[in-house]
């Protein structure tokens, strides 16, 4: 069976495939673990430049109802896993909730006519708060109705509004995003990486921003094999022997 989200590696650039048309692109809790592996994976690369994309008609239905992860944030881009590197997502039919904070978390968003955001989450009844840092990418009060009222906001109208950088017609999002992203892959690395590093530190984040990645750190100690070591020390009275790991 194969994966519901793939990585290749050409021409120095990562392209990051949701590949479960199926189900509009939902994401499992299989999915969110691979975008978090292969955001760390791309970060650690050659790979001067990302081209987030999806197959079938739709980009992303948003979380998968049936089978959510516990910890989605670890599968969005510059929360889950710093990147230093640009990100380009290429958008075709709806991107819905984590759909759209993946849209969102990109540097660059190429769209095609048939695009359509929406956060529903106000009529789900949850929130997971990374989207707040909407505002300081949109306009606040765009931004706050787009959020609080979970209605659609179509290609163009998100194009206006600044969210996206580009409206093709339908079925050329992927192939411009993919010029852009070889155009990237041939510029200047370090100062693509230090224009990211620059932007990201001016622009404000949101509470859970900041506090999602703590919470993966404390995680990671409690996890780790220093742990069980120190706690085995402990117990039996003697030196801990810690490995960093």
């Given at each position: 069976m194969s994966p519901p989200i793939t990585y290749e590696a050409k021409d120095r650039i990562a392209h990051i495939t949701l590949r479960r048309p199926e189900r509009r692109n939902a994401l499992n809790a299989e999915m969110s673990a691979l975008?978090?592996?292969?955001?760390?994976?791309f970060a650690a690369s050659d790979e001067r430049v990302a081209l987030l994309t999806a197959e079938g008609d739709h980009f992303c239905a948003g979380v998968d109802v049936s089978d959510p992860s516990k910890e989605a944030w670890k599968g969005v881009p510059n929360v889950g896993a710093k990147i230093d590197k640009p990100l380009i997502s290429a958008v075709q039919g709806w991107a819905v909730g984590a759909g759209f904070t993946l849209t969102m978390m990109s540097d660059l968003c190429v769209v095609d006519e048939t695009a359509q955001f929406m956060f529903p989450e106000a009529?789900?009844?949850?929130?997971?708060?990374?989207?707040?840092?909407?505002?300081?990418?949109?306009?606040?009060?765009?931004?706050?109705?787009?959020?609080?009222?979970?209605?659609?906001?179509?290609?163009?109208?998100?194009?206006?509004?600044?969210?996206?950088?580009?409206?093709?017609?339908?079925?050329?999002?992927?192939?411009?995003a993919l010029n852009w992203?070889?155009?990237l892959a041939d510029a200047a690395p370090l100062v693509l990486q230090t224009i990211k590093r620059a932007t990201l530190e001016t622009l404000p984040k949101s509470p859970a921003e900041i506090a999602y990645p703590q919470m993966g750190y404390l995680k990671q100690i409690a996890e780790s094999d220093d742990y069980q070591e120190g706690v085995a020390a402990f117990k039996a009275r003697r030196k801990a022997e810690f490995r960093g790991s």
């Open positions: 975008l978090h592996d292969y955001w760390r994976r009529k789900l009844g949850l929130f997971g708060g990374i989207t707040a840092s909407l505002v300081s990418r949109i306009p606040h009060k765009v931004a706050l109705e787009f959020l609080m009222l979970g209605e659609p906001l179509p290609a163009q109208r998100a194009y206006d509004v600044g969210l996206v950088n580009r409206v093709v017609p339908p079925g050329q999002a992927h192939a411009f992203a070889q155009r």
